[in-house]
């Protein structure tokens, strides 16, 4: 966190000790905001914080399955979000309807979904990942069963392409890392022929494959910090840009252009405001809530997950309290 100059951040940091909260920040969140959160990572980083946090009110600032996420590994404690209507295309992608539809339809499925969807699709899920961990727990999926990986088909091409193991891909896709073709990046990478190509996985494969690496948001932090190249590409929205270039200094990072644009925004994520922020530690407002029994059948694969998808835990640390 950096201290703040400003009133607005102030009032912010008076407000959140006042109610004995914790801020959470997405890596695609405003630089504003993210320079005043106590933690700034991608989904899993996230969920870990929410499961271990001792704060009495969780501030997501991210969009509403991440705050969802908060809310089932901590449901005695209060769980705000700036924007109630940052949401999610690859959420909106799968409705939880559908895919029960499709499971009753191959009752040997093992259900893999991506963090990126609602409570009530990961209450039908066996095991949750993230882009930072969907290797590991494709891997680590009984190996007698058929696999089904939702939302995200790129990101599920990704994960067979990197364990060999075949799988049902739902077919969903983030808006915004779709956006970026193998024609634009092409002429991004004439233009800087020595700086290496950084993709996110939800990358469409005509994209990965220009890619010198692809990885989680968090895993490009540790790649660009040990990547003896001085300049950058990086393929994922462009809120990534600010936490590397304050992590990595001395380093130039070159957003990817799609064939419409210089740079690529996530219209929900930039939902979240300072204001907005302010006002959700104020008013306690717009608060998650989700069914008992929704949250109760979505914690189990989580903590899974967390657990690195071995036997599945028996609670989580903010549980009972």
């Known amino acids: 966190m950096i201290v703040p100059t400003d009133s607005l951040s102030q009032e912010i940091l008076d407000l959140k000790r006042?109610?004995?909260?914790?801020?959470?920040?997405?890596?695609?969140?405003?630089?504003?905001?993210?320079?005043?959160?106590?933690?700034?990572?991608?989904?899993?980083?996230?969920?870990?914080?929410?499961?271990?946090?001792?704060?009495?009110v969780i501030v997501f600032c991210g969009v509403h399955f991440m705050a969802e996420t908060a809310k089932i590994l901590n449901p005695n404690k209060v769980v705000v979000l700036p924007d109630k209507d940052a949401g999610c295309s690859l959420e909106e992608s799968c409705p939880a309807d559908r895919l029960a539809a499709l499971q009753a339809t191959r009752p040997d499925f093992y259900t893999i979904a991506y963090i990126n969807c609602s409570a009530a699709v990961k209450a039908l899920s066996d095991v949750i990942c993230t882009s930072g961990n969907a290797v590991q727990m494709a891997l680590a999926a009984?190996?007698?069963?058929e696999l089904l990986f939702v939302p995200d088909e790129n990101l599920g091409q990704w994960v067979m392409e990197q364990t060999g193991r075949p799988m049902t891909l739902w077919r969903g896709n983030c808006y915004v890392h779709v956006e970026w073709t193998h024609a634009a990046i092409t002429r991004i990478?004439?233009?800087?022929?020595?700086?290496?190509?950084?993709?996110?996985p939800e990358c469409t494969k005509a994209v990965r494959m220009l890619a010198d690496e692809v990885c989680s948001t968090e895993k490009m932090v540790r790649y660009c910090k040990t990547s003896p190249a001085p300049a950058l590409i990086i393929a994922t929205e462009a809120g990534m840009l600010h936490r590397l270039r304050r992590e990595c200094p001395?380093?130039?990072?070159?957003?990817?252009?799609?064939?419409?644009?210089?740079?690529?925004?996530?219209r929900f994520m930039k939902m979240n405001t300072l204001e907005k922020l302010r006002n959700c530690l104020r008013d306690l407002s717009p608060q998650v809530t989700l069914?008992?029994?929704?949250?109760?059948?979505?914690?189990?694969p989580i903590l899974r997950m967390l657990s690195g998808a071995g036997a599945p835990a028996v609670s989580t640390p903010a549980e009972g309290q």
């Open 18 to 56: 006042a109610r004995r909260a914790v801020i959470l920040a997405h890596n695609y969140q405003v630089r504003e905001i993210q320079e005043i959160a106590d933690y700034v990572g991608d989904s899993l980083g996230l969920s870990q914080q929410a499961a271990a946090t001792s704060a009495e």
């Open 142 to 145: 009984p190996p007698d069963r």
């Open 189 to 200: 990478r004439r233009e800087h022929p020595d700086a290496p190509l950084v993709a996110h």
């Open 250 to 266: 001395g380093k130039t990072f070159i957003p990817a252009p799609t064939d419409h644009c210089a740079c690529n925004e996530c």
């Open 291 to 300: 069914p008992d029994d929704v949250m109760a059948r979505a914690r189990q």
